[in-house]
């Protein structure tokens, strides 16, 4: 039978099958992002509630529990994770009590990008609950770190008395951004990047050319690779480094009106990669994202001071923290380039 696991993930999920038969009341599943570990944790979800499991512990794929979870309808399976997020599949489980007429959406305030108290508050009743199969509970929370305060603070209770046979499965991209004493009730497990070998080889598969170049770009998270691949931004962001190689006034405008409406995130990543790699190879002579721009990175470090450099790279990190809800976008662009240029300039000078 096919794995629903990533090549990558096989070894992490032999290990975890240790503790088989003594599963921890929570599991937290931490690594970077971008290498599955959602898809991992949705695959131990489905084996946890599958009534004939593999002799690896992977979920049969046939049986009633399976074919429930499947079609995202398991009675005994939640899943909390902001509202932004559930857009883009079916309402898994119904934690929100129905879904909302077309008119009541278009009069709803912006998907929330935070798990919020009623959600972690709305699995009391369901932990309260006899399993369907007389088997186990699972919930699923991810991005552990989009938690709000008071969300947070809810599933503490939840994890102090956790019902009978009750699983908690945590994902996070950054577990230091969790509370101490959220991770201390969970048994901590890391998913780790896959060998740049692996990692090519999977992206081969998918029949990614470049793939060395979309590693590098994505600090070698695989799935990240991917999808970068397949943005419908590449050429903006050909023409952003470009830019940035050989930077002028005139240009700089131009380019600020062709992103205007290119996510600003997403330009500010551009951005602090590159600066990234110009002061890497400054201090130690190595490039970690764009490798193919060695040459043009290389004579940008020997003409930018340090000082101008840490300048720049706080001003990016001061842009990003409000980069997704920025007041002028295009201003934004523009402003990030002509500093660009300026500490450039004044350094050559």
């Not at 009069?107 to 919020?116: L, T």
């Amino acid at each position: 039978m096919t794995s629903s696991l990533y090549p990558w993930q096989q070894t992490a999920w032999a290990q975890l099958q240790q503790l088989k038969g003594r599963w921890p009341h929570a599991i937290l599943l931490h690594g970077p992002e971008g290498i599955g570990k959602t898809e991992f944790a949705e695959s131990l979800a489905k084996s946890l509630l599958c009534e004939a499991p593999q002799a690896d512990g992977q979920a049969c794929a046939s049986c009633v529990s399976c074919g429930w979870f499947a079609q995202y309808s398991h009675p005994d399976y939640r899943r909390l994770r902001p509202e932004i997020l559930e857009t883009d599949a079916p309402d898994a489980e119904g934690e929100d009590g129905g879904k909302a007429s077309k008119s009541e959406a278009k009069a709803s305030k912006a998907p929330s990008k935070e798990i919020v108290i009623n959600q972690v508050r709305s699995i009391a009743e369901f932990m309260t609950l006899s399993t369907h199969r007389q088997g186990a509970r699972v919930i699923l929370l991810y991005p552990a770190e989009t938690m709000n305060v008071a969300a947070a603070n809810a599933l503490l209770k939840s994890l102090e008395e956790p019902g009978p046979n009750t699983v908690f499965i945590l994902v996070s991209n950054s577990i230091e951004a969790l509370l101490p004493t959220l991770i201390s009730r969970c048994h901590k497990f890391a998913l780790t990047m896959p060998s740049p070998e692996q990692a090519k080889a999977w992206l081969a598969q998918q029949e990614i050319s470049k793939p060395e170049q979309f590693l590098a770009e994505q600090g070698g998270a695989p799935l990240a690779a991917l999808a970068a691949s397949q943005s419908e931004f590449l050429e903006q962001q050909q023409e952003f480094l470009m830019h940035l190689q050989r930077p002028d006034l005139s240009n700089a405008l131009k380019i600020a009106d062709k992103l205007n409406k290119t996510s600003i995130p997403l330009i500010i990543s551009w951005m602090q990669r590159w600066l990234y790699d110009i002061f890497s190879y400054k201090l130690a002579g190595e490039i970690r994202y764009y490798p193919r721009y060695q040459k043009e990175i290389s004579l940008i470090a020997a003409n930018l001071t340090v000082p101008s450099l840490l300048s720049l790279l706080d001003a990016n990190t001061q842009r990003r923290m409000s980069a997704e809800h920025p007041l002028a976008p295009k201003l934004v662009i523009e402003d990030m380039l002509l500093e660009y240029g300026q500490q450039l300039q004044k350094s050559r000078s």
